[in-house]
């Protein structure tokens, strides 16, 4: 059962907030500071537990901080002294790494399959941080769709792999791995109405609307 927005889970929303206060989304002046206040609330009404709550709003604290080179010393120095080292290692199973065991860099590509091949072993609660950031990043996407009369725009602001395509090879990969949680439900319906979207858009007449 849920236990609320504890003091930690406070304190988690206002370092997140602090650290992402100058980012945006991408292609849009839309803070993306939002994003980890509405991850946890996802995962709060889906009863998810305190570490899994502060774990879903500081993965992309983490992730800055493994992307830039941060060791999981200086990681647990930062984030784990303050939020709990359960929280940081939910937080460290679902983030990006820049290099694999061998130590050998990856690519920005190699880095997001390596993501998808790690869910394999990542913990449930992980699984659910996961699930929670790319429910919330659908749902975006497809409020973003809803409000406008021309969706390339809204489709064109990067790689397909950023955006629609990256989220079917989430949720496939959630399958896959035996994630079988409710959310994948509402994960689904999501990814199947943007499908929907895109394939409007792909077939409508040149300069018509989507209807």
């Known amino acids: 059962m849920t236990i609320g927005y504890s003091d930690r889970i406070n304190h988690a929303l206002a370092y997140a907030t602090k650290h992402h206060d100058q980012q945006v989304r991408r292609g849009t002046r839309s803070p993306y500071l939002t994003r980890h206040a509405n991850v946890a609330v996802i ?3 889906y009863g998810g537990d305190e570490d899994t709550v502060v774990a879903g709003i500081l993965h992309d604290v983490v992730g800055d901080g493994v992307r830039g080179g941060m060791s999981r010393e200086s990681l647990i120095g930062r ?14 199973a679902v983030s990006e790494r820049r290099a694999d065991e061998d130590g050998v860099e ?31 990043e659908a749902g975006t996407l497809l409020a973003e769709l809803r409000r ?5 725009s809204v ?18 990969r959630l399958t896959v791995v035996g994630f079988a949680a409710p959310i994948m439900a509402e994960l689904r ?11 409007a858009m792909v077939h409508a007449p040149a300069g018509g609307k989507q209807s």
């Open 148 to 152: 406008t009369e021309f969706p390339e």
């Open 155 to 172: 489709w064109g602001r990067g790689p397909r792999d950023q955006g629609l395509e990256w989220l079917r090879k989430v949720y496939d």
């Open 106 to 136: 990856l690519s920005a590509d190699e880095r997001r399959e390596d993501l998808l091949e790690r869910l394999a072993e990542a913990p449930e609660r992980a699984r659910w941080v996961v699930a929670a950031d790319t429910l919330h």
């Open 43 to 45: 995962l709060a009404r």
């Open 189 to 199: 319906a999501l990814v199947e109405e943007l499908d929907r979207h895109w394939r």
């Open 79 to 92: 984030v784990g002294e303050k939020f709990g080292g359960d929280a940081l290692d939910l937080a460290l």
